[in-house]
Nanobody, 125 residues
Framework: QEQLVESGGGLVQPGGSLRLACSSSTPTFTNYAIAWFRQAPGKEREFVGSVNWSGGRTLYADSEKGRFTISRDNAKMTVYLQMNNLKPEDTAVYYC??????????????????WGQGTQVTVSS
């Protein structure tokens, strides 16, 4: 089972930017598509976006299109989630996971076998 670690969260003002990272220490990381999810207080975990193994294909939830960008650096075994023009409603714990859908369709959280600790993003003035 791939062990993924999220980092980069924090407190940011509305309109600001953050870059989250999803890192692995195992070379098999480069074989997997990775999906980002988030869970706000009192809400279900929701799909944010995903990237295939090479970084050549990305998929985003409609609410994030144009504001969020997912990329990966396989040499560093890291996937990034660049978030721009952040809004208070983006406040959530953000998680990454191996994507069983291989970035071909939005993934349901129910399909994920293992979750990491996540990283907290708070958008507030």
């Amino acid at each position: 089972q791939e062990q993924l670690v999220e980092s980069g969260g924090g407190l940011v003002q509305p309109g600001g930017s953050l870059r989250l990272a999803c890192s692995s220490s195992t070379p098999t990381f480069t074989n997997y598509a990775i999906a980002w999810f988030r869970q706000a207080p009192g809400k279900e975990r929701e799909f944010v976006g995903s990237v295939n193994w090479s970084g050549g294909r990305t998929l985003y939830a409609d609410s994030e299109k144009g504001r969020f960008t997912i990329s990966r650096d396989n040499a560093k075994m890291t996937v990034y989630l660049q978030m721009n023009n952040l809004k208070p409603e983006d406040t959530a714990v953000y998680y990454c996971a191996v994507d069983p859908a291989r970035a071909t369709r939005p993934t349901s959280g129910d399909e994920i076998r293992s979750w990491g600790q996540g990283t907290q993003v708070t958008v507030s003035s």
